[in-house]
């Protein structure tokens, strides 16, 4: 049975529609961000609101709790389903199974897709329809003009200290589009990817009979990770063929990321 893009489609009880075509972020690489907004890189689970469902970046369609999005606006928004620093994976597991734990949790609006004109006049049609509806379980993330590169990588240090990811930073003249863009980038101290495992390598040590580490690969080549696994990763690897995030500083002169650690699985 051929299914129609777009449409809605369930499999095993788990529903399914097209992925959402939504912006991605570049890394920050010097480019000039003089008079750009920055925000802090909230760590959560990317959501899009289509005007009827909440459906994330692969097309999986979210089961909040009964009237969660009932004073959500009938037109797109682009987020992040967030509660507090330090929390994704408890949030993570929260929005993805069918009946998780919601509370705490909003959609932080970061952009309005189909809005007209920069990004502080999109972001003030939400902004308007709060105003309305202030028991909605959204929130506009806060967007600071940024002076200079002093200014964000202070502002990156603060969110640092407190526990914090990172900092977005969008050129605000730009209309919303789909896919990598040169006007959104991620500034971190340290970076984080995904890469597919593709073989275990046992441990020596304390560590023999246990996962050592894993090889990976993803656009830039195959690699080991052998770092940042907990002793409950270790005695339950992330299984072959599954994505996991991995952070890194910068790369080798192969083009491999350096000093990849594992971070978590996706």
């Not at 526990?163 to 050129?171: A, H, P, S």
């Amino acid at each position: 049975m051929k299914i129609l893009l777009g449409l809605l489609s369930v499999v095993s009880g788990v529903a399914f529609a097209a992925p959402p075509s939504i912006i991605l972020a570049k890394n920050y690489t010097n480019q000039n961000v003089e008079n750009w907004l920055m925000s802090e890189k909230l760590d959560g689970v990317r959501a899009y609101w289509d005007g009827k469902r909440l459906i994330s970046r692969q097309g999986n369609v979210f089961t909040p709790p009964s009237g969660f999005t009932q004073h959500f606006p009938n037109y797109p928004l682009d987020g992040e389903l967030y509660s507090k620093r330090g929390q994704f994976e408890q949030i993570s597991a929260s929005v993805r199974a069918n009946n998780g734990d919601w509370r705490g949790i909003k959609l932080h609006v970061f952009d309005v897709p189909n809005a007209s004109g920069s990004l502080k006049q999109r972001l003030a049609v939400v902004e308007a329809h709060l105003t309305k509806y202030p028991q909605a379980n959204l929130q506009v993330v806060p967007q600071i003009p940024v002076k200079n590169l002093a200014h964000a990588q202070d502002f990156l240090k603060q969110i640092e200290r407190q526990g914090g990811e990172g900092v977005m930073l969008r050129n605000p003249l730009l209309p919303y589009s789909a896919g990598r863009s040169d006007g959104l980038l991620k500034l971190k101290s340290v970076h984080d990817a995904e890469c597919i495992v593709t073989q275990h390598h046992e441990g020596k040590g304390k560590y023999m009979g246990k996962l050592g580490a894993v090889s990976c690969k993803n656009e830039l080549g195959e690699f080991r990770i052998g770092t940042g696994f907990k002793d409950v990763d270790r005695e339950n690897p992330p299984a072959i063929g599954s994505k996991i995030t991995y952070k890194y500083r910068g790369f080798t002169k192969k083009g491999l990321p350096r000093f990849a650690s594992y971070l978590r699985k996706r």
